[in-house]
């Protein structure tokens, strides 16, 4: 199946520093992409949906200026947590389609995730 | 706004006992997925439900998608130790790219 490929797979950062993580489809072309963050036995919560070559469309409760994502191309998606705090402490995910699969395929491919702890 | 639930949150079985999880959305979905997070891991698609009373079976696994399109059920038959995680569902509304994740069912299978 398709891969994404996340980095970091682990950061530990000081407070009041950015992180930037990517997200990256290896075998297809991602026009959009879904950026989750999951706390410790909890549900994955969707953050914004990163769409390659205009902004990002965020969820209900989450900032958009601590939470910066650019898709500059059909491959790379980022997000850069700014400013971090100890409770932007989590595991975050990124999420893609790959529209050259089946029609009416909905499944996502999920990159490894990266789990971020602000000191 | 859409919601999944999902129910047990927990469940722990002796291995060789069956599972079932159980998701319903709170509106009729254009299709259900299902998913697998070992832990430590990310979750893995397991299989998509889009025909209304949909059974599909994996193996062991057996997904159902309700008549009304609305709920949906993963049943393990006879667990065994490589099928410990979590199993979550997701729902995508009609017309809508976004997918809905329930709360996850977290299995434990005793040896």
């Known amino acids: 199946g398709a891969v994404v490929s996340q980095h970091p797979s682990r950061v530990i950062c000081k407070s009041g520093t950015s992180v930037k993580i990517e997200c990256r489809s290896l075998?297809?072309?991602?026009?959009?992409m879904f950026w989750y963050r999951q706390f410790p036995k909890q549900s994955l919560m969707l953050m914004a949906t990163?769409?390659?070559?205009?902004?990002?469309?965020?969820e209900q409760g989450v900032e958009k200026d601590k939470f910066l994502i650019n898709h500059a191309s059909l491959t790379l998606s980022t997000l850069t947590v700014t400013s971090a705090h100890p409770e932007d402490s989590s595991f975050y995910i990124c999420?893609?389609?790959?529209?050259?699969?089946?029609?009416?395929?909905?499944?996502?491919?999920f990159g490894s995730g990266t789990q971020l702890s602000v000191l | 706004g859409q919601q999944v639930m999902q129910i047990p949150q927990y469940q722990h079985v002796q291995e060789g006992e069956d599972f079932t999880t159980y998701c319903n959305s709170s509106?009729?979905?254009?299709?259900i997925q299902w998913y697998k997070q070992r832990p430590g891991g990310h979750p893995v698609f397991l299989i998509q439900?889009?025909?209304?009373?949909e059974v599909k079976k994996q193996k062991r696994l057996t997904f159902q998608f309700g008549e009304a399109k609305k709920n949906s059920s993963l049943h393990i038959t006879a667990t065994q130790t490589t099928d410990v995680g979590t199993y979550f569902c997701?729902?995508?509304?009609?017309?809508?790219?976004?997918?809905?994740f329930g709360k996850g069912t977290k299995l434990s299978v005793i040896p």
């Open positions: 999420s893609a389609r790959d529209p050259s699969g089946p029609p009416r395929d909905e499944k996502l491919f």
């Open positions: 075998d297809f072309q991602a026009t959009t």
């Open positions: 990163s769409n390659e070559g205009s902004k990002a469309t965020y």
């Open positions: 509106t009729t979905l254009s299709n």
């Open positions: 439900l889009v025909k209304s009373g």
């Open positions: 997701a729902g995508q509304g009609a017309g809508s790219y976004q997918l809905t």
